[in-house]
């Protein structure tokens, strides 16, 4: 078995490297596809490609086409012409947490499974409202939904290659196997109607599907007020038109959940930071990460007036 994770970004350079250091060594690969990136983020991943950090691939999306779903299409292409078995696909914003084991163990453990459905946990803004570039994810953001909640909670799919024509951001669809295979991380057996669904995100039976102990994508959809109201000017990862990024939107209300303490990634912030001491000796690479950090600087200067706060903001902004 050879594994890799894979994702689709645009302008996410402030916190591209910090993904990279937190989920290095854990797969085979690490592919990152990006379009059209105007902060300096597609530069920075070249750097990181050179060193070894990540594949990147450059890709030119058309109007009306979905970014991440064509960004699927590249994945298993690569992963197919490199024999790569299965793949995982999860965004910038994130996180893979393996409370025990590795991602073998994870496999070993699901053996027989085509698709293996890692839960959201939903992560708030702690309270954050203007990011620095520089700080950790996992240092800032440490509140969290109190668990997972079946009919609510959605998931991203660890896959084999090999079984599926192709993949949507949240999961694979078109099987080219009979009667795919799914199984709970922890190795309970799912129904595989959603694999038949062109867009969803949820599996069923849906209370067995969140009795899981084993794998969570901590999910911080909301690390501060000011970076999530600027992806009004990123743009949708399904390239679509959307009021979603509005504070006090459904979605930031599902997204910015700040009930609890959880501090389980805090705990790898020692290492994370000796990791990105040592990438940042190379001079190319900390001035790539530096012309991103001074672009979102400007850029949040330029788009965050008030008449855009007060057009971004939907009745009470609290979650």
Known sequence: MTTALASCMRNEGIFVLEWLAYH????????????DCTDGSDALL????EMGLCTH??????KGGSPQDLGMDHVLRLCRAEGITHVLHI??????FLPEGDV???????HDADVIPIPWLPMGDTGVTDWTPGDLVVERNIRAAPGLEPGETKFKCLFKVASFARATDH??????????????PDGKKLRNATLYQPKSARFRPLGKACEVTTAFLFHYAVKSEDVFLMKNDRGDGQGKDSTKYHLGS??????????VDEHSLLLQAPRLRVRLEEWRRSPALAEAEQACHAWFMDRRTQILTPENRALWTRGKATA
Do not use: C, K, Y
């Open 24 to 35: 290095h060594g854990m797969f085979d690969r690490v592919i990152v596809v990006t379009n």
């Open 46 to 49: 070249d750097v990181a490609q």
């Open 57 to 62: 691939i450059r890709q030119t999306v058309p």
């Open 91 to 96: 965004d910038s914003d994130e996180f893979l």
């Open 104 to 110: 073998t163990d994870l496999l070993n453990r699901t």
């Open 171 to 184: 999961n694979p669809l078109e099987p080219l196997v009979d009667d795919p295979q799914v199984r709970s």
């Open 250 to 259: 459904h979605w930031h209300r599902q997204a910015n959940r700040n009930d």
